[in-house]
């Protein structure tokens, strides 16, 4: 690979990854908004906001993912982490309306 060649796949590359971030943000909103249904469901079954056993369900997923697609195992379980409390920030604030 020449020097051209290096700037055409660095831009590319870069182009990719900052497409890859919106999508990726898109689908984190999604994922978030769903936080309202379940908010309303686990008001009517009277359910606490805190999961154990679904985060546990969560995070084996998560770990078995890591393992197929030879990702970080730490690094996925702290994003999904991050999601998750991001879903249970937005039941508690719709459930305090």
Do not use: C, F, W
Not at 17 to 32: F, G, P, S, V, Y
């Amino acid at each position: 690979m020449n020097r051209a060649e290096a700037l055409k796949q660095l831009k590319n590359s870069r182009k990719r990854i900052d497409e890859l971030d919106e999508e990726i943000i898109r689908l984190i909103k999604e994922r978030t908004s769903l936080a309202g249904n379940i908010a309303k469901a686990k008001m009517v079954l009277d359910m606490d906001i805190h999961d154990p056993e679904r985060e546990e369900d969560i995070h084996h997923k998560i770990r078995e993912i890591a393992n197929n697609q030879e990702i970080n195992k730490d690094s996925l379980t702290q994003i999904i982490k991050i999601l998750t409390d991001l879903s249970k920030e937005e039941q508690e604030k719709i459930l305090r309306r």
